[in-house]
């Protein structure tokens, strides 16, 4: 089954993260009853992989600002089919920041997420895309703060920041969660 990789990567992870199981059965459930979980096209939501990218000495993350949440965000996308979920986080952390020193810190997701995205309209107020889940694996991913990151097509900016800048720009929880897990990896 191509899905069972993502499976043992979960239980691995709920291992690690016992409190967080809810958020582990509510993917788990996910990828055991849609064959298609890895497609965007999947509903009521799909896998997408992300990579919470910090500096060699984790004193500074890199965050993309998103073009269609207007928000900052960790890069990150979707599987679009791939199964190996830190592959696309990287894929995706390349594609987003420009970055090419990108190292995966470890094969067990920093973390895991299930989030909403919003409807999209037009201009005429067409649906463009229905609301739908985005069922997040999240890696931690080191890089050197001495490379110059790039904007990319699907950002308005991306830039590296210290904890007091990344905490004046961001109140959301499963972001902020992400740098205190990094704190404490390893």
Not at 92 to 105: I, Q, V
Request: proline share 3%.
């Amino acid at each position: 089954m191509h899905r069972q990789p993502l499976l043992d990567l979960l239980t691995q992870y709920e291992q690690q993260y016992s409190e967080e199981s809810a958020v582990v059965a509510q993917i788990r459930a996910l990828v055991e009853n849609a064959e298609d979980c890895f497609d965007r096209t999947c509903r009521p939501g799909h896998i997408t992989g992300s990579a919470w990218v910090m500096s060699t000495d984790r004193s500074r993350c890199l965050l993309v600002h998103h073009g269609k949440l207007v928000k900052w965000l960790q890069p990150g996308g979707h599987a679009d089919g791939d199964t190996d979920v830190a592959r696309v986080a990287m894929k995706e952390a390349a594609e987003e920041t420009g970055l090419r020193s990108l190292m995966l810190a470890d094969l067990l997701p920093l973390d895991v997420d299930v989030h909403v995205i919003p409807e999209r309209c037009d201009v005429q107020g067409q649906l463009i895309e229905d609301a739908h889940e985005h069922h997040d694996i999240r890696f931690l991913v080191l890089a050197s703060e001495k490379e110059a990151p790039t904007v990319s097509h699907e950002s308005r900016d991306v830039r590296w920041f210290t904890e007091a800048e990344f905490r004046e720009i961001t109140q959301e929880e499963s972001v902020l969660r992400l740098w205190r897990k990094a704190a404490a990896w390893g």
